[in-house]
């Protein structure tokens, strides 16, 4: 097997894998929206098995490419395929360009379930703070006269 032969079938399988990240991201939206733990918890070990696997396919571009005495990272799979015949390279640059497709839309949704996650953490912690008898808004002066957010009352679940 030829190293554009072997390039092209890792660059597929990091494609593969990453459409896989994608649509557990995408199920992991819809469990973090609809609160659901237990999905919420397999999404998280399916997202780190493909996740290991993309690592494994990276490295394995790497030592291709290295193999070939080219650098590792974007440049040297650069310089790879402008080495490569006109069809040769066609094919590697539209199996790349699917990738960073794939991971630029990974990394969005990433980001959006990093929000939901944000978002729920904060209403935990609004919640937490009113059953233990402290505001989360700034609505008094500290002894400095400063704005303080730590007014401290009778803890709700101490008056239950």
Do not use: W
Not at 105 to 122: E, F, W, Y
Request: glycine share 6%; charged share 20%; proline share 2%.
């Amino acid at each position: 097997m030829t190293a554009f032969q072997q390039l092209l079938t890792v660059l597929r399988a990091e494609q593969y894998s990453a459409q896989q990240l994608l649509a557990i991201l995408t199920k992991e939206r819809n469990s973090l929206i609809g609160s659901d733990s237990d999905k919420i918890v397999q999404m998280a070990t399916s997202k780190q098995t493909v996740l290991s696997e993309l690592e494994q396919l990276a490295r394995q571009r790497e030592t291709i490419l290295q193999m070939e005495s080219f650098s590792t990272g974007k440049d040297g799979l650069e310089a790879f395929i402008a080495n490569q015949s006109p069809n040769n390279a066609q094919q590697l640059n539209e199996v790349v360009d699917g990738l960073r497709a794939t991971a630029t839309h990974c990394r969005d949704n990433n980001q959006i379930n990093g929000g939901i996650v944000n978002v729920n953490r904060q209403y935990l912690h609004k919640a937490l703070s009113l059953l233990r008898g402290r505001d989360t808004e700034v609505t008094a002066y500290g002894p400095g006269g400063e704005y303080t957010n730590q007014v401290v009352r009778q803890p709700l679940i101490g008056r239950v």
